[in-house]
């Protein structure tokens, strides 16, 4: 329905504004000429020096058309306004539910990439100016190829969308930001939050998924772990964009190392530790 309404309605929304105009133009017209001919018509009368009871009634005659020409005209504007305010609430609403659709994961109903590829910029510039440690989490869903190979993709999405759940019940501050990845990878922005902070709840999330028992379609209860990678870094202002990547890389990196290591864990990247791992 919403795509209806944006390739159909702007159509409807021109032809309503050029009845407008049209209507607004023959009214013009029109007053312009009565007015053109109630003046000829009082220079004439005037010539006489007298005003009798017959000018009134033709002054009147001309006048009453008019005062009804412009009460009509008058509704009829009023309605086609209504109207396009009513096209143009729907226009918006459709628009607002394509930015909403574009930038949703439509199975999990967090942010997706695109919306997270936006989302990072902001929250380092952000950063920068108030000179606060940004954190990031790349979080991996053990196993899952495996789990999707036994029990079925659907089994696998509702395991997804119980993750997802759980992730934003943990993350409870109003400006952190967790968004599907990809597949089963999510990644989560803290904002000014240091390397022990984002540890701690990344922890959090970690246990909390361990320690959930998902329900199934068929009525079984499954058990999942996650691994997660973490790199915190102080922006500066400035500084390349092309740290985004070396920053996501970082992270990325140290979420390997957590599956390499036996998964169901969390490692983070030290920048200046002699060994860049933990």
Same mark, same amino acid.
């Given at each position: 329905m919403g795509g209806e309404i944006i390739t159909k309605n702007p159509c409807k929304k021109d032809k309503i504004a050029a009845q407008v105009r049209n209507i607004n133009a023959l009214f013009i017209l029109v007053i312009l000429t009565l007015i053109s001919v109630m003046v000829v018509f009082t220079v004439v009368t005037l010539n006489e020096f007298s005003v009798s009871y017959s000018y009134i009634k033709k002054i009147l005659f001309l006048l009453i058309p008019m005062l009804a020409m412009f009460i009509l005209h008058a509704l009829v504007i009023k309605n086609l306004i209504n109207r396009l305010n009513v096209y143009n609430s729907q226009l918006l609403e459709a628009a607002k539910e394509r930015e909403y659709l574009i930038r949703t994961d439509q199975l999990t109903n967090l942010p997706n990439r695109r919306s997270f590829d936006e989302r990072l @910029?902001?929250?380092?510039e952000r950063s920068a100016r108030t000179k606060t440690p940004l954190s990031i989490l790349i979080i991996d869903v053990d196993h899952f190829k495996k789990? #999707? &190979?036994?029990?079925?993709? $659907?089994?696998? !999405? +509702?395991? $997804?969308?119980? =993750?997802?759940? %759980?992730? $934003? !019940? &943990? $993350?409870?501050? @109003?400006? &952190?930001?967790i968004a599907r990845w990809g597949g089963e990878e999510f990644a989560a922005i803290l904002t000014d939050t240091d390397m022990d902070g984002a540890i701690h709840i990344a922890e959090v999330m970690r246990q909390h998924i361990e320690n959930t028992s998902i329900?199934?379609? !068929?009525? %079984?209860?499954?058990? =999942? %772990? +996650?691994? +997660?990678g973490i790199n915190t870094h102080i922006p500066v202002p400035g500084e390349s964009h092309g740290l985004f990547e070396d920053f996501i890389r970082h992270a990325d990196n140290a979420l390997y190392k957590a599956k390499n290591e036996g998964r169901n864990r969390v490692c983070y990247y030290a920048e200046n530790a002699n060994? #860049?791992?933990f």
């Open positions: @910029p902001m929250e380092w789990f #999707n &190979d036994t029990y079925g993709h $659907l089994q696998g !999405d +509702i395991v $997804l969308r119980a =993750i997802g759940k %759980t992730f $934003l !019940d &943990d $993350l409870k501050r @109003p400006a &952190d930001f329900q199934l379609s !068929d009525g %079984t209860e499954a058990k =999942i %772990t +996650i691994s +997660i060994s #860049n791992w």
